[in-house]
């Protein structure tokens, strides 16, 4: 009986303890201060942007521009590199423009505006899956300088609940006594 405790007292605390694992998005403005520009000479700039920085599912892309001087729009690896706009995934028109990123894998955007593409307004990341690790001294995942938000009132519903339920089992599991 006491090894069943045990045992069952081990699998609830890892189940709780995955469940209250709690990952923050990070939010990053593409571009830094420069924002979402035409990179005038330099075509380079916002592949050199993604240096060092490690993007995963459910980071934010904040694309900072003036409405009706650009856009930003979601394309294919394709389009992409042809710079074609036709059959956009997806477009914000209304800078400032924050970008889910909520899949794993290339994720490509172009401003669709005239030869601005072909100048190098355009971006492309790489998003994995995983939890946030911690960030390198001197670096920050969160490049808007303000410090990550705090967990949410879902994600503290969630710990609440794996909390009650991890109390429950142990208490079955010790069938409701209590050992000197």
Not at 9 to 26: E, G
Request: glycine share 8%; aromatic share 8%; hydrophobic share 40%.
């Amino acid at each position: 009986m006491a090894m069943k405790i045990v045992s069952m007292t081990a699998t609830l605390v890892v189940l709780a303890s995955n469940m209250l694992q709690i990952t923050y998005a990070a939010t990053y403005t593409v571009g830094d201060t420069i924002g979402w520009v035409i990179p005038t000479g330099y075509t380079e700039l916002y592949h050199n942007w993604t240096d060092n920085k490690n993007f995963l599912v459910g980071d934010i892309l904040v694309f900072k521009f003036t409405t009706g001087e650009h856009d930003v729009a979601k394309v294919t690896e394709a389009a992409y590199n042809a710079c074609r706009s036709a059959n956009t995934i997806l477009t914000r028109s209304t800078g400032p423009a924050r970008i889910t990123l909520n899949s794993i894998g290339d994720h490509h955007f172009i401003c669709t505006f005239a030869d601005h593409c072909a100048e190098g307004q355009k971006l492309s990341v790489e998003v994995r899956n995983g939890p946030r690790t911690a960030p390198v001294p001197g670096t920050s995942h969160n490049t808007t300088g303000t410090p990550p938000p705090p967990p949410n009132s879902a994600s503290s519903l969630v710990a609440t609940i794996s909390l009650v339920f991890m109390s429950i089992g142990i208490q079955i599991a010790g069938g409701g006594r209590h050992f000197a």
